[in-house]
Nanobody
């Protein structure tokens, strides 16, 4: 059984910073992609940032230059450093990962979400 647990959300003023963490635990053979998504009220869930096992990253245009995704492979953890936050960054942020539980078996897993609220 695999579990993803996020932490680090909260309330911050515009221009401020937050750092989200997501730790994977359980029967893990290997973690491939790790992503951060977000969903604002009344909107669809959108991909914010992705990092591969080799460390390659990709970002949504709306967060480029402000957000940084990183990962600690030894501890099965992914981070999202969010700087210069804007009110439009307000959303529930979800961690998502493609996790192999054996050499030939894997699936994508979601965290429970953490609320980020940016006040103007």
């Amino acid at each position: 059984q695999v579990q993803l647990v996020e932490s680090g959300g909260g309330l911050v003023q515009a221009g401020g910073s937050l750092r989200l963490s997501c730790a994977a635990s359980g029967s893990i053979f290997r973690i491939n992609y790790m992503d951060w998504y977000r969903q604002a009220p009344g909107k669809q869930r959108e991909l914010v940032a992705t990092i591969t096992s080799a460390g390659s990253t990709n970002y949504a245009d709306s967060v480029k230059g402000r957000f940084t995704i990183s990962r600690d492979n030894a501890n099965n953890t992914v981070y999202l450093q969010m700087n210069s936050l804007k009110p439009e960054d307000t959303a529930v942020y979800y961690c998502n990962a493609e996790i192999m539980t054996s050499a030939w078996r894997g699936s994508r897993y979601w965290g429970q979400g953490t609320q980020v609220t940016v006040s103007s």
